[in-house]
């Protein structure tokens, strides 16, 4: 938690009201997001994120998988994140791992839809290789390295540059094996495919402190909301997942006006995003 004297906590709130916090910022203008590439030589791609003083990593890592029954014309993706103990004194012990817990869940529904995977915002349909025998199965990693708020959408960004960066291998099937049989592969170690993150979304959390809602909160500001809503939204507008953390209630109403200013935010920052990604990697092409 943020110890804040009384006069802080209404400092913050009153400039909020006046859209105008304490960093200079307007209710819906985020800080300045700036990405670097390929930062885990050991990963099949991997990404670091820096929004003010908050910073995360994000890995990826392909392994040959056998899809589900449920899901025998899909890969699998799991998401898993860790709030490394020296990026917050609440990250030490059970809060680390409360918060990991939950950072991993809310991913999981803004990103892949859920568990049913419906409204995946990942494309599990371009991880299958044979359908029913061979996937592509996707472990992301999440590391908070260091934190000043506005965690989820800091590791949804690192998440998409990190799949930007990732390269599958190609993948030859051998022909002949029939029924039950599991074909043979070979994985190539010269030819990588491009991962394509074209309707990967971004996630624009809104959070409300008092009557009104900000994007891209501090941990100061964090500490004086009621409620948060957290959407992800990809290139096409589309919403993909929505996801709530707080126990005050929010009007529908509110929360229609929160899903369009949230496709009005995305849109910019999906925008900046791109650029530093197209940056980052034009830079690691140059090394």
């Not at 110890?3 to 009201?17: N, P, R, T, V």
């Not at 890592?61 to 103990?85: T, Y």
């Not at 568990?115 to 990693?141: H, P, R």
Request: aromatic share 4%; glycine share 12%; proline share 3%.
């Amino acid at each position: 938690m943020v110890g804040l004297s009384i006069g802080e906590k209404y400092f913050i709130q009153g400039g909020i009201a006046q859209d105008l916090r304490t960093d200079g910022r307007k209710r819906l203008t985020p800080r300045p997001i700036f990405v670097e590439t390929g930062v885990i030589s050991q990963s099949n791609g991997s990404a670091r994120v820096r929004i003010g003083a908050t910073e995360v990593i994000a890995s990826v890592k392909a392994e040959l998988g056998r899809p589900s029954a449920l899901h025998p014309d899909k890969g699998k993706v799991s998401i898993n994140v860790d709030c490394s103990p020296t990026a917050a004194p609440m990250f030490e012990g059970r809060g680390g791992e409360e918060l990991s817990a939950e950072l991993s869940v809310a991913l999981q529904r803004c990103l892949l839809g859920g568990k049913s995977g419906s409204g995946a915002g990942i494309d599990l349909s371009s991880l299958a290789i044979v359908e029913g025998k061979i996937c592509w199965d996707l472990y992301i990693e999440g590391l908070v390295v260091s934190s000043d708020g506005n965690l989820l959408d800091a590791l949804g960004a690192a998440i998409k540059a990190a799949l930007s960066n990732t390269g599958i291998p190609r993948v030859n099937v051998a022909a002949g094996a029939s029924g039950d049989e599991q074909p043979e592969v070979d994985v190539s170690d010269e030819e990588f495919l491009q991962f394509d993150t074209s309707k990967v979304p971004v996630i624009v959390t809104l959070t409300k402190v008092g009557r009104h809602y900000i994007v891209d909160a501090t941990s100061e500001e964090e500490s004086q909301m009621s409620s948060a809503v957290s959407i992800s939204v990809n290139r096409q507008g589309n919403i993909c997942g929505l996801t709530k953390r707080g126990g005050a209630g929010l009007d529908p109403s509110v929360i229609l006006d929160m899903i369009s200013v949230a496709q009005s935010v995305s849109e910019r920052l999906i925008n900046t995003l791109d650029s530093q990604i197209a940056a980052a990697e034009a830079g690691e092409d140059e090394l």
